[in-house]
């Protein structure tokens, strides 16, 4: 708490409501000297970081082994002892993601890999049949090889045998137009992509754009909580600070993993510390599997076996709610890919 002098002028320098006592009752701005030595400067700094690192550990300590109390909490009014919901999911959202983008990753490391054994196998054939030094040759190596290395990731026919069947072929062969415009889009981004370059893509673009799906799900989430609880008892805000601090748990709990694997990655992929990882890999998804029903259960008070069923209805709806979302947002990434 600040030691400064109170000021003599009643009148708050904030929102200019009269002050009685120390706090403006309006704003809740101390009254004192708005001018400030360094010594108060250095100790106002020294007692906010501890009231934030206080608040934060606090409220991530709640978060992971203390289902829904930081939303009961939050909801009875005790706002000052813990991070805002949305402050929080903000927070961790960010750490989570940026970190995901400064770590390479696996999947195109192992593709990039196999991509490299396919393409010389490939241009090893071709030798024996085309003369090496060439510029053309060279040019029909590569040519050739990228066409074989899509040709073998993809088994897509060329647009014009779909043409052709389209035109001649059986009806039950025949693509609907939304089908043809799909098909066509697919040939596009593999002719002119390698899979490690697709996969890169794509990788990059969900990456850059889950934050937006996540809040994009978060709505519907509270949503359906919102259906399956008395309206009389619950509003629809408090739904969604459940929802906040649930999707706020699954992200910290990724984020953990994530940090987790890749320090242990440092040791080796068959090293010692192998074993501890995959033993913390495995409790870290039970737990949040499991985290959801005794979270709903100790924040809508309801029986066990009432937020048992509810918990494992919503599981599923959210589950195939979000399994559709993300199969078309998949395949708008898919033929926005140049």
């Known amino acids: ?5 109170i000021r003599k002028d009643k009148t708050c320098l904030n929102c200019r409501h009269v002050v009685e006592q120390k706090f403006c009752p309006n704003c809740g701005q101390e009254n004192t000297d708005s001018r400030k030595t360094f010594h108060h400067l250095f100790i106002h700094f020294f007692e906010d970081l501890t009231h934030y690192e206080n608040a934060f550990w606090k409220t991530i300590k709640n ?21 805002a919901p949305v402050r929080l999911y903000i927070f961790i959202s960010f750490i989570t993601f940026l970190l995901i983008a400064m770590f390479p990753n696996k999947v195109t490391e192992n593709l990039t890999k196999s991509e490299k054994e396919i393409t010389s196998n490939l241009v090893k054939q071709d030798k024996d049949e085309k003369v090496k030094n060439s510029n053309d040759d060279k040019n029909y190596f590569e040519s050739k090889t990228m066409k074989q290395v899509n040709k073998n990731y993809f088994h ?13 072929g059986k009806e039950s062969e025949k693509l609907s137009d939304f089908q043809y415009w799909v098909y066509e889009k697919a040939v596009h981004v593999t002719e002119h992509n390698t ?49 906040l601090h649930y999707f706020s748990f699954l992200l910290l709990i990724f984020l953990l993993l994530f940090i987790t694997t890749r320090v242990i990655g440092l040791f080796g992929e068959n090293g010692p510390l192998t074993f501890v990882g995959n033993i913390i890999n495995f409790v870290g998804i039970v737990w949040m599997s499991y985290y959801f029903y005794p979270a709903h259960h100790r924040f809508y008070g309801e029986s066990r076996i009432v937020s048992f069923v509810k918990s494992f209805i919503l599981f599923f709806i959210n589950f195939f ?18």
């Open 1 to 5: 708490m600040s030691h400064s002098p």
């Open 195 to 243: 899979k490690k370059q697709i996969i890169e893509k794509f990788i990059e673009s969900f990456i850059h754009n889950i934050p937006k799906i996540l809040f994009i799900i978060m709505p519907f989430f509270a949503f359906f909580l919102w259906i399956f609880h008395s309206k009389k008892k619950w509003y629809y805000f408090d739904h969604g600070i459940f929802t």
């Open 63 to 83: 978060l992971l082994f203390k289902p829904s109390t930081l939303t009961k909490e939050y909801l009875s009014g005790k706002r000052l002892s813990y991070l």
């Open 156 to 168: 897509l026919k060329t647009m014009k045998e779909i043409d052709y069947i389209q035109k001649y």
């Open 321 to 338: 709610f979000i399994l559709f979302l993300l199969t078309f947002y998949v395949l708008y990434i898919f033929i926005n890919l140049h």
